[in-house]
């Protein structure tokens, strides 16, 4: 746990699996990631009709650029997770694998379903925002 993010939970609301709030040391840089999608390194979306897979495969690519910037998982401040569907099932499904990966790093985060993504069969996207350390200070 990177101790310049502080994770916010509030015992005046409802007990649940994410923060409520981050807030993140003046001295750190943030890094605003595109929306990471399941897609192979062929630019194509396996794991057809399956939301489980599909979250995996957007967090395996999420941590994929986040090594590319000297961050990982732990380095997230916020994400927004973005599921086609209209049954809230799935959505719980995509969030499920999501949180798995992340384990005890629980950023706040929003979850909505939504009617279509950019690629074809895709299910599943998450936006985050991470913060990392200013190596310039």
Same mark, same amino acid.
């Given at each position: 746990?990177? %101790?310049?993010?502080?994770?916010?939970?509030? !015992?005046? @609301?409802?007990?649940?699996? *994410?923060a409520?709030?981050s807030? #993140? /040391?003046?001295?750190?840089?943030?890094?605003?990631?595109?929306?990471?999608?399941?897609?192979?390194?062929?630019?194509?979306v396996?794991?057809l009709?399956?939301?489980?897979?599909q979250?995996?495969l957007c967090?395996?690519?999420? %941590?994929?650029?986040?090594?590319e910037c000297? !961050?990982? @998982?732990?380095?997230?401040? *916020?994400?927004r997770?973005?599921? #086609? /569907?209209?049954?809230r099932?799935?959505?719980?499904?995509a969030?499920?694998?999501?949180?798995?990966?992340?384990?005890e790093?629980?950023?706040?985060?929003?979850?909505?379903?939504?009617?279509?993504?950019?690629?074809?069969?895709?299910l599943v996207?998450?936006e985050?925002?991470? !913060?990392?350390?200013?190596?310039?200070?």
């Amino acid at each position: 746990m990177n %101790k310049k993010i502080a994770l916010i939970h509030s !015992a005046n @609301l409802a007990s649940v699996d *994410y923060a409520y709030a981050s807030q #993140v /040391s003046s001295d750190m840089d943030l890094l605003f990631l595109a929306g990471a999608c399941p897609i192979n390194k062929d630019g194509e979306v396996p794991h057809l009709g399956d939301y489980e897979l599909q979250a995996k495969l957007c967090v395996e690519n999420l %941590k994929e650029v986040l090594k590319e910037c000297g !961050a990982s @998982l732990e380095n997230i401040v *916020y994400t927004r997770v973005l599921v #086609v /569907s209209q049954n809230r099932s799935d959505l719980v499904t995509a969030w499920r694998a999501i949180r798995t990966a992340f384990g005890e790093h629980n950023v706040p985060s929003t979850l909505s379903g939504v009617t279509v993504l950019g690629y074809t069969n895709q299910l599943v996207e998450i936006e985050a925002v991470a !913060a990392i350390e200013n190596l310039t200070k």
